[in-house]
């Protein structure tokens, strides 16, 4: 049970590894840690997406 555990842990590591790359914002264009392929704009421009859109 417990390797198995220890399996599960390191696989989600590896993939948290390869999910964080650099990228560029696509709002402002400074570069940022993206946190997955569909995160393409940064904390700063998120926030002011969602202040936008928020009716
Ligand atoms: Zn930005």
């Given at each position: 049970m417990n390797a198995r555990a220890n399996t599960e842990r390191e696989i989600v590591e590896e993939h948290i590894k390869v999910e964080q790359k650099r990228r560029r914002c696509l709002m402002c264009g400074e570069m940022f840690d993206s946190f997955?392929?569909?995160?393409?704009?940064c904390k700063k421009c998120k926030s002011k997406q969602a202040w936008r859109s928020g009716a």
């Open positions: 997955g392929p569909g995160n393409r704009i």
